[in-house]
């Protein structure tokens, strides 16, 4: 095939083998992704027949986790980072230790020195973007508090990545790596320097996009809107995550990933984060099928023959050694059970930053070549594997549930006991109000329902609130409402009214959809951020769609208030208790 028409190669056989394989491994019960990873064997270098160009494929694949990370960003805001820095940052940190040290040791019971050893375990330490992204969206807990653990984990991982990128060459230049060869490489700084430049241009960057990011890009993209035309404006959108993205690794040292996140970690707090991520989702999803048929394209199959001991060893290290280390640190920290394993499960995998730590270690010198082969088998198997750690949350908590000794130890409270009484509080509820998130909005109507004893019952994603909720006598359901299953459990056949206070409109949509199976009658109220917001919502089912947040709270509470029988002289005086009130009550 002409060396021109490569592109339209690795796109044909791509997309169209991972649909093949993807539907298979569907039909087969098994996550596509595996289907994917197939295709990428089948396409690669160690397969007979038709080889595609690797370099091509990882080059689109990189734009999936730009545009995946950009997604990401959109659904973050900077009290949302701020808010898991004390867990994140010391737990990705420990666990970065945690599984280097293990892959140390036993990269040097195969004879390794232990600088090999050291790059090694550090190439097994870090989880692959596109795969724990992934699977937190299939479960429906990205948005949730243990997503946002997850994910900001994942920020400080990278953020240790490009560190160790960067220090590389001076650890190969002090541990005499074979591979530094040339002037330039031999001339570099020492380890210090290289750091305090490195923390330099990242703490650049990161007040760029903050003080002037925040403020530029959204002006920019506003302007575009403006123009009524639909497709300059996806054009924006997208022209914003692959420019930064790009922008911030050529001239910052910053990866992609963490570029393009902040690009969209900039845009969140608008108007117009929903239509952009809207925009970049259907090209992010086929992008994200290039990354894992790249992954399978540089799988060498016969490794796993000839060093069976190796990539078990591999496999062990990543699914149960890291995962175990994730576990303690979070149960350290005093997070629920539930959480732990969830994190546990995110991060039983490798990928694309071990293939590039693995790659600069090998040109250094520090890792033999064989360490390439075992850490991609690794990272097939891992991926491959990972939806199974994910399968394994549910019947581990429940077997620990059943083994109170175990669970005195792990957790503070008896979580079994706080579920039931939920339940059997709830089973005795008509006639009241289920609330859907209880965040800033939803704290001031859950405020305004105690004020004047409407029984309600909390429906939220982050376990530490549902805590806080059941400690204080309010029934309150951990989960994401939008999954089946979930509003089973709020008695909605009984309930008056629907109160959605998260602003996202797609997610409520959801969310009005799986309720009106439960109780077609049943009255909605929802809060958004845009009048667009505004009209989408009463298309599909809301009855009432609020704007803004204090007076949107109030507002809100104020017909919850009405629609449940108080007067509206009532309803008037509680939301000016409120006002005078410099928080919600608790």
């Known amino acids: 095939?002409?060396?021109?028409?490569?592109?339209?190669?690795?796109?044909?056989?791509?997309?169209?083998?991972?649909?093949?394989?993807?539907?298979?491994?569907?039909?087969?019960?098994i996550p596509p992704l595996v289907g994917y990873l197939m295709a990428g064997v089948v396409i690669g270098p160690f397969t007979p027949g038709f080889v595609a160009?690797?370099?091509?494929?990882?080059?689109?694949?990189?734009?999936?986790?730009?545009?995946?990370?950009?997604?990401?960003?959109?659904?973050?805001?900077?009290?949302?980072?701020?808010?898991?820095?004390?867990?994140?940052?010391?737990?990705?940190?420990?666990?970065?230790?945690?599984?280097?040290?293990?892959?140390?040791?036993?990269?040097?019971?195969?004879?390794?020195?232990?600088?090999?050893?050291?790059?090694?375990?550090?190439?097994?330490?870090?989880?692959?973007?596109?795969?724990?992204?992934?699977?937190?969206?299939?479960?429906g807990v990205l948005d949730t508090g243990d997503g946002r653990i997850a994910v900001g984990w994942l920020i400080v991982e990278d953020l240790a990545t490009v560190l160790a990128l960067v220090l590389l060459p001076a650890f190969a230049v002090t541990f005499g790596g074979g591979g530094v060869a040339d002037a330039s490489t031999a001339a570099t700084p020492g380890i210090a320097g290289q750091l305090a430049i490195t923390l330099l241009k990242v703490g650049v960057f990161l007040a760029l996009m903050f003080f002037v990011g925040r403020r530029a890009v959204?002006?920019?993209?506003?302007?575009?809107?403006?123009?009524?035309?639909?497709?300059?404006?996806?054009?924006?959108?997208?022209?914003?995550?692959?420019?930064?993205?790009?922008?911030?690794?050529?001239?910052?040292?910053?990866?992609?990933?963490?570029?393009?996140?902040?690009?969209?970690?900039?845009?969140?707090?608008?108007?117009?984060?929903?239509?952009?991520?809207?925009?970049?989702?259907?090209?992010?999803?086929?992008?994200?099928?290039?990354?894992?048929?790249?992954?399978?394209?540089?799988?060498d199959p016969t490794v796993i023959a000839r060093q069976p001991v190796q990539v078990l060893s591999v496999v062990l290290i990543v699914m149960i050694g890291k995962s175990l280390a994730a576990f303690a640190i979070m149960i350290a920290f005093r997070k629920p059970v539930r959480t732990a394993l969830l994190i546990s499960a995110s991060l039983a995998q490798i990928g694309e930053f071990s293939f590039i730590l693995a790659g600069l270690g090998i040109t250094l010198g520090l890792l033999p070549g064989e360490a390439n082969s075992l850490i991609l088998a690794g990272a097939l198997l891992t991926i491959t594997l990972n939806p199974l750690a994910f399968s394994a949350v549910a019947p581990l908590e429940r077997w620990l549930q059943r083994q109170p000794r175990i669970m005195k130890v792990l957790e503070a409270s008896d979580a079994t006991s706080a579920v039931e009484s939920t339940d059997a509080q709830v089973?005795?509820?008509?006639?009241?109000?289920?609330?859907?998130?209880?965040?800033?909005?939803?704290?001031?109507?859950?405020?305004?329902?105690?004020?004047?004893?409407?029984?309600y019952v909390a429906v939220e994603r982050n376990q530490n609130t549902v805590e806080a909720l059941r400690a204080r006598g309010i029934p309150a359901i951990f989960g994401d409402a939008a999954r089946p299953g979930i509003l089973d459990h709020v008695c909605l056949g009984t309930a008056t009214l629907l109160v959605?206070?998260?602003?996202?409109?797609?997610?409520?949509?959801?969310?009005?959809?799986?309720?009106?199976?439960?109780?077609?009658?049943?009255?909605?109220?929802?809060?958004?951020?845009?009048?667009?917001?505004?009209?989408?919502?009463?298309?599909?089912?809301?009855?009432?769609?609020?704007?803004?947040?204090?007076?949107?709270?109030?507002?809100?509470?104020?017909?919850?208030l009405m629609r449940m029988g108080r007067s509206d002289d009532e309803a008037d005086a509680t939301l000016e208790a409120m006002r005078g009130s410099a928080s919600p009550a608790s």
């Open 53 to 139: 160009d690797a370099g091509l494929a990882t080059q689109l694949a990189e734009v999936g986790v730009i545009l995946l990370m950009f997604g990401v960003g959109l659904h973050f805001s900077i009290d949302d980072l701020f808010s898991v820095r004390t867990i994140a940052v010391p737990g990705a940190i420990a666990q970065i230790v945690a599984a280097t040290a293990l892959g140390a040791i036993v990269a040097h019971f195969w004879g390794w020195p232990w600088a090999a050893g050291i790059v090694f375990g550090l190439s097994l330490s870090v989880a692959s973007t596109v795969v724990l992204l992934r699977a937190l969206e299939e479960r």
């Open 500 to 560: 959605i206070a998260s602003p996202d409109p797609y997610h409520a949509r959801a969310i009005v959809d799986v309720a009106k199976r439960l109780n077609p009658d049943i009255e909605i109220a929802a809060r958004t951020h845009s009048e667009s917001g505004q009209k989408f919502l009463e298309e599909h089912g809301v009855h009432r769609a609020f704007m803004g947040e204090r007076e949107l709270a109030l507002s809100m509470a104020h017909h919850t």
């Open 427 to 455: 089973a005795s509820m008509t006639n009241h109000v289920v609330l859907i998130g209880y965040g800033r909005v939803g704290q001031r109507i859950g405020s305004a329902l105690e004020h004047q004893g409407i029984p």
């Open 218 to 299: 959204p002006w920019l993209l506003v302007r575009v809107a403006r123009t009524g035309s639909r497709e300059l404006f996806t054009l924006a959108v997208l022209a914003v995550a692959l420019g930064i993205a790009v922008g911030a690794a050529y001239l910052f040292g910053v990866s992609f990933a963490l570029g393009a996140f902040f690009a969209g970690v900039v845009i969140a707090e608008s108007d117009l984060s929903y239509q952009a991520a809207s925009d970049a989702l259907p090209l992010q999803d086929a992008f994200a099928v290039l990354f894992f048929v790249s992954v399978g394209m540089l799988f």
């Open 1 to 29: 095939m002409p060396p021109e028409t490569g592109l339209l190669a690795i796109l044909a056989g791509g997309f169209g083998l991972a649909f093949v394989f993807g539907l298979i491994a569907a039909r087969l019960r």
